[in-house]
């Protein structure tokens, strides 16, 4: 048990129980060699330094996030993606401890698993970005500037991808065209979304 878990779910109010619960499911795997970590402010369990499930709360509900669900096998159809964007991670969610504690053998299984599909060094085959949607707004602005095209093409494909699914996110195009105007400068100076 890592102290500074102890500290973050002592002052927890939401979801205080229910943390507690996956924590002691999640550090019964003793045989799976879990070590307790606090990353991004969440218990997150690590296997040889590789993550392999953090326990996270939301308003409507509390989850289990396995970082490479997608490679798991699940029986149970319980593992849920996030959000449509989500390549790798899948989520147990919960709303009551009553949840919790039914499906604890169940969890104990699906952490195993996610220890065992880190062992074995698989991988998840992540979408390529020339397999994004390019929104028409911003295919249009490419094709008129050539200069806005050489440096969105000079930039990661991991920037391309954060532009292209920040353009997409919005349903009206108007939105869109507004990301895409903000966004122009910092892409023309090779700057990443969110660095």
């Not at 993550?51 to 409507?60: A, C, D, P, S």
């Amino acid at each position: 048990m890592n102290p500074k878990v102890d500290e973050l779910l002592s002052g927890t109010k939401k979801w205080k129980d229910e943390f507690a619960a996956l924590r002691e499911i999640i550090l019964d795997c003793g045989e799976c060699g879990l070590e307790e970590e606090l990353k991004w402010g969440q218990p997150c369990y690590t296997f040889q330094g590789k993550n392999v499930v953090l326990i996270h709360g939301f308003k409507e509900y509390c989850a289990l996030l396995f970082f490479k669900g997608a490679l798991i096998p699940d029986p149970r159809g319980i593992l849920v993606i996030q959000t449509d964007n989500v390549q790798a991670s899948r989520q147990i969610r919960f709303t009551s401890l009553k949840e919790i504690v039914e499906l604890a053998p169940v969890l104990k299984e699906y952490i195993r698993q996610a220890v065992e599909v880190e062992k074995s060094g698989q991988k998840v085959e992540f979408k390529k970005t020339s397999e994004f949607k390019v929104p028409e707004e911003f295919q249009r602005r490419l094709s008129e500037d050539p200069v806005l095209k050489a440096a969105f093409e000079a930039l990661t494909p991991g920037r391309q991808r954060a532009y292209l699914l920040f353009f997409a996110a919005p349903k009206q195009s108007a939105t869109r065209e507004s990301r895409i105007e903000k966004s122009i400068p910092r892409i023309l100076d090779g700057i990443g979304l969110n660095d």
